[in-house]
């Protein structure tokens, strides 16, 4: 408040006057009245009250992006600046900077070391030219070691100790400028198709579903190639004719869903259609193949189905928000067993399939901790159908700061076939 004066008179009510001239800076306001509501203040302004200067050397500090747009947050990936205003320091002079997380305690906070792009070297001053200089950088892996060793949670908070001669301070003067730096988040969508209702042995133990999984829009899965042929042991990493080497290409004459090759599953009869690999399908392509009718369109001159999709049981996504590091190792997990497809099998002691495969890309990033007993984000491995996996999905909690301890999503997006039967 600058001049004038307030009243407040509290006599069985309460009223509030101001006289002359009252200036007042606010984020927000909400003002009501009863009976009488009344200002005479002859000037009203707006905007933020001049600061102060931090310091004799130091005016203040800021956050920009690279375009010097004042910035409160950023994503670890984003280019960033951190700027200074100065006073009694020539042109040419430079400032040492430090960048810390804030830990509330100085003896605890962690420091970022910065690499000067062209030598190489830590980078710690800033030149000054015209009383203002600042420092910008890409951050990067440097910060995310930071933000996994600091036991912040989801966020860094993050200033800089600037200093000239004989002052030292901590910029921007307040905490709550200090900028909150984070991972971007990955949307992790998982298909879950049950088989249907009306199935029978196998089928109904799980053979009749599908699971596979999204990160992102990049897509994965895996199914049996039950087709006859020529494989290399190499590329599938399996010693096929059980010669002691994985060296031979070996000819298959009955594969099947108890011992056959691996192979991505929708993703190879989508990518087939659409004539691209199966790593170039996406989660909208896979989204279109499902709402197809399970049977396809009927050919006259074939007799037969050539679209078939037969996606005939209940199909759903879950849907979870992960940090951009826990979904790369997914991605990892998932770009090794794309290179080497491995042997198919519902028996899980001779070999991969469909759940299982998602159920171990997940663990990548959500490994049992035994700290943690109660952990939602845990598959065990005793999970081999798609029902099971539905169910551990069902406590499953976003892990990204946007959507931290939000409860994963879980929507029925086509219903079982009535026009199938056995």
């Known amino acids: 408040m600058a001049g004038g004066t307030i009243t407040r008179i509290a006599l069985g009510g309460s009223s509030t006057l101001v006289e002359e001239n009252f200036t007042g800076f606010y984020d927000t306001l909400a003002m009501s009245a009863g009976e009488n509501n009344a200002f005479k203040a002859s000037t009203t302004n707006h905007g933020k009250p001049d600061q102060p200067p931090a310091g004799k050397f130091f005016i203040k500090g800021w956050w920009t992006d690279a375009k010097d747009k004042p910035i409160k947050e950023a994503v670890i990936g984003d280019t960033i600046r951190f700027h200074i205003q100065t006073q009694n320091i020539k042109d040419g002079e430079k400032v040492n900077f430090t960048v810390y997380e804030w830990d509330n305690l100085k003896w605890m906070n ?30 990067g892996e440097a910060s995310r070691a930071l933000l996994n060793e600091s036991l912040e949670g989801n966020e860094l908070e993050m200033f800089v100790e600037c200093t000239y001669k004989d002052e030292q301070l901590d910029l921007p003067v307040n905490t709550w400028d200090y900028l909150i730096l984070y991972e971007k988040e990955v949307l992790i969508t998982v298909i879950v198709e049950l088989p249907h209702s009306k199935e029978t042995g196998w089928g109904a133990k799980g053979l009749a579903g599908h699971s596979a999984m999204a990160i992102g829009e990049r897509y994965f899965d895996y199914g049996p190639n039950n087709n006859p042929g020529t494989y290399s042991e190499k590329d599938y990493d399996v010693d096929f004719n059980k010669d002691g080497d994985k060296d031979d290409d070996v000819y298959l004459d009955s594969p099947s869903f108890m011992n056959s090759p691996g192979m991505p599953w929708w993703g190879t009869h989508i990518g087939r259609r659409k004539k691209i690999n199966p790593e170039q399908v996406t989660l909208s392509m896979v989204k279109e193949h499902i709402k197809l009718h399970w049977r396809g369109r009927y050919d006259a001159v074939s007799n037969s189905y050539p679209d078939t999709t ?49 159920k171990t890309a997940i663990q990548e990033a959500f490994p049992l901790d035994i700290t943690k007993p109660l952990m939602n984000n845990y598959i065990p491995d ?10 551990d999905l069902k406590s499953f909690i976003s892990t990204s700061k946007q959507h931290t301890g939000q409860h994963a999503v879980i929507t029925v997006i086509k219903e079982e076939a009535t026009d199938w039967t056995p």
Request: aromatic letters at 12%.
């Open 382 to 391: 005793t999970t081999q159908t798609p029902k099971g996996l539905l169910e």
């Open 110 to 139: 962690d420091k970022l070391e910065l690499t000067d792009k062209d030598t190489g070297k830590e980078s710690t001053t800033i030149t000054i030219k015209g009383g203002k200089g600042y420092v910008e950088w890409t951050t």
């Open 310 to 358: 037969q996606i005939y049981g209940k199909v759903h996504t879950i849907e979870f928000y992960i940090k951009e590091s826990e979904a790369k190792k997914i991605i990892a997990w998932w770009e090794e067993r794309y290179k080497h497809l491995k042997v198919y099998s519902v028996k899980p002691w001779t070999g991969e399939q469909c759940t299982t495969a998602v």
